[in-house]
């Protein structure tokens, strides 16, 4: 017989699970489904690995970050919520100023399991994306951390997991034994959103995964933390806390990309750093171009009546909804989208309900701005004339309005032939993958860095950039 989970050691949590037995045979009967999940799909031969990691114990800040050494398979995935906001209320849509429901409305009952299965299958398609990764890796300090992105990911699963158990009872049981059993980039049973789909074969692809795919991730949690369903808002504020983590690997990881090809570039007074084991600012673009476009498809069509019902009936908010400056129900409310006129990209006034999924990619197309930024410092502080730009919004999109259209990083309408003869110079082609796979061999001594990507200035934790972050078995 299965011996009964220990719901303090074994699940640190905040939800007074010792106390609910309904919710206790539920998460018996998922844990070791969930478990054999790992050991098939999670990292590669990682299992012995003692690994540096932070556990999350509490939502204290004495509890957030505990670091020790960790074998995976023992890392203790934890529910959490945030502290509940006295007297909370629905904060926009139809249902504005009535008290956030504790319980599942029956007449959302549907709408909201869909959403939170939705985002529960991003964090173990994420981890099964990753999955061959730590076998390259770049050094130590970077496979810490991914495994830190894999563990986290796994909890995230854990928190929708907990909702889908807690609240919606047999039909929650059911998805949460789905979200175990899809497989990212299965063509009978894949993922449920693009971007978990694709392939991430190298650490260029990561890195850029967990700017941009990440950073999506970041903008419908926030979303999502502004739910009239207090359960699910609280879930994601905690959520948040991590995906911080993930978004810092990401932009720090491209970032000492761009710094490695400088230091190549001006070393010798090359624009290609191919020759010299580098990856170059142009086939970095090419990379960059790919992974937004992917994101940005995340967000759905720009114009979407599910946007305006999941607004209207309180489920899911704009980013950062309380500080808006308008009356949160947007009923004569217009909000400016880029669309088609003919061959022509062109703005034009839209009612702001079904325009939600717009607004929110504009807050983050200008997140991703303020990171790219941030990498042509480094390009400009070593005196090259090269900028990384984001392509426009209908650039390679497979979803929306302009999923049936040809259009250029600068946004203008092209003929297939015209794409056709040009999509090499804006997308990774073969050889870019080729030569990427060709750098992708493991360093495993500590203090040791591959030569396509400059040490990071700081080591995790106050810990120095040569500790051993990886006890390989």
Known sequence: MQDHINYIDRIPNN???????????????????????????????????????????????EGWAQFDYVK??????????????????????????????????????????????????TAPASVEQQRMLGMSCPSLYDL?????????????????????????????????????????????NPRILGAFNEPTPDWLAFFMFTFFTDRDGKYQLSSLAESGFDPLARTCRFMLTEEAHHMFVGETGVGRVVQRACELMRQHKADDVRPHGGIDLRMLQRYLNFHYAVSLDLFGSEISTNAANFYTMGLKGRFEET????????????????????????????????????????????????????????????GIDFQLRLPHRA??????LFADVRVSPEGRVLSQAEWEAKKHEWLPTEED?????????????????????APPPRGVNGQPLDFEYVRLA
């Open 15 to 61: 939800v007074d699970l010792g106390r609910d037995r309904v919710l206790q045979r539920a998460l018996e009967h998922w844990q070791p489904a969930y478990m054999g999940w790992w050991f098939d799909m999670g990292p590669s031969e990682s299992h012995n690995y003692d690994v540096y990691l932070r556990t999350a114990t509490s939502v204290d800040p």
């Open 72 to 121: 995976m398979p023992d890392y203790r995935w934890g529910i959490f919520l945030v502290p509940p906001t006295p007297d909370r209320q629905v904060n926009f849509g139809a249902n504005k100023g009535q008290a956030a429901w504790q319980d599942v409305p029956g007449e959302f009952r549907s709408l909201l399991r869909r959403m939170i299965v939705t985002q529960g299958d």
């Open 144 to 188: 810490r951390n991914i495994f830190q992105v894999n563990v986290e990911e796994g909890r995230h699963l854990w928190a929708m997991v907990y909702l889908l158990h807690r609240y919606f009872g047999r039909d929650g049981r059911e998805e949460a034994e789905s979200l175990l059993e899809r497989r990212s980039g299965d063509a009978d």
């Open 323 to 382: 500080k808006k400056d308008d009356d949160h129900q947007l009923k004569t409310a217009t909000y400016t989208v880029t669309g088609l006129d003919g061959d022509r990209l062109v703005t034009r006034e839209e009612p702001a309900l079904p325009s939600l999924n717009e607004r929110l990619r504009d807050d983050y197309i200008a997140d991703c701005q303020r990171g790219v930024d941030r990498w042509n410092r480094v390009i400009k502080e070593h």
């Open 395 to 400: 650039f390679q999109r497979a979803i929306g």
């Open 433 to 453: 993958q080729a030569w990427v796979e060709s750098l992708m061999r493991p360093e495993t001594e500590p203090g040791k860095f591959a030569s396509w990507i």
